[in-house]
Every structure is written in structure tokens, then in C-alpha cells.
């Protein structure tokens, strides 16, 4: 999540270009299914961007967004590792995929809100802020089996993320897909 409907727009739009240029690049199959993991993470931006334009008021728009669109996106994500990239045969990360995109889809029924008293501030989904124990199924089931990368998004950046931001942790989803838009641009 960004701190405003531009950034939000603008975070979607420079990410995709710079995945839509890179996929037409000729590259491997490995960093073609990076680059469509990148746009599937940097697509939170089009929920973020209709929060934002809408000023969170408690819509219909509002309502479908949090409770259909943000699930969906969450859950493609982490299908898109488990089964794409990974091709899982593990039937314990397949019963643990199926229940937390269950609770993905239970956890944000009802209407995002604006965090109040940051300047970075962000849509809280659900209008419930997520615990940091949420977060960890989810980064995982996202970057796993990267070990490195896991350890480093949960230990440390995370962590910087809470102490910047005050809660919030979507702040600087914005932030992360620009950065790994533009790292992919110069690595690949």
C-alpha cells in the first residue's frame, strides 16, 4: 500500500512497464516467473489506488475491494509461488497454503480505514491493523523456498518497515515493488 491514490497509480504503472519491457526481453524461465510474481505483488496497487480515490468512505466499492480484491491479489501471490515457481508437491505447504487463503479471505471481510497519525500512513485492511504473526505465513508462503530472502523480509525488513511506518505495515508496498521493479531492470 502507498501513502496516496498518485503513488499508488504510479507505483502500478512504472512497475508493470518495467515488467512488461522485461518479459520481453528473451529471458529464462526463472526470471520470467520472477518478473509475473513481481506484477502479481505490485497489482496491491490498484486495490490501493481505489481506496485512496475513494477516500475509504464506507462504500460498496469500499466493501468489495477490501473483502474480494485484496484477498484475491493476496492469494495469487502466494499460488503463484507455491504451485508456479515451485510446482509443490508437499502436501503440508499445500494444507497450509489452503488454510491461510482461507483466513486471507475471512481476515479482511468488511471495509479498509486510513492509519491515522503517521505521515506515511496507508489503508489498513479490514480496518483491523495486522499483527506481525500474520505476516509470517504469508511472507513465507511467498518467498519460500528462498531461505535468504525470507529470513532477511521477516527479521529486518519488517522490523525497519513497523519502526518507520508505526504500523501500517503495507506502507511501503509501494516502496518494495519499486525496488524490486527497478533492481530486475538493472539485474536482468
Sequence with gaps: MCFSFRVSLATFISSWSISLYLLNKGLSEKRKQLVIALMIFSSMQ??????????????????LTTSILIPLILSLQILYNVYVMNKNKNK????????????????FQGYSSPLCGSRLSSPIWGSNELKYWELIPFVFLILYPRWTILAQTLFI??????????????????????????????KF
Design 46 to 63: 490498484v486495490p490501493d489506488a481505489i481506496l485512496w480515490y475513494t477516500g475509504m468512505k464506507k462504500n460498496n466499492l469500499n466493501f
Design 92 to 107: 503440508i505447504i499445500s494444507l497450509v497454503t489452503i488454510l491461510f487463503i482461507l483466513y486471507i479471505f475471512f481476515r
Design 157 to 186: 525488513i519488517l522490523p525497519i518497515i513497523y519502526l518507520i511506518t508505526g504500523g501500517g505495515y503495507g506502507s511501503l508496498w509501494c516502496a518494495i515493488a519499486n525496488i524490486i521493479a527497478f533492481y530486475y531492470l538493472y
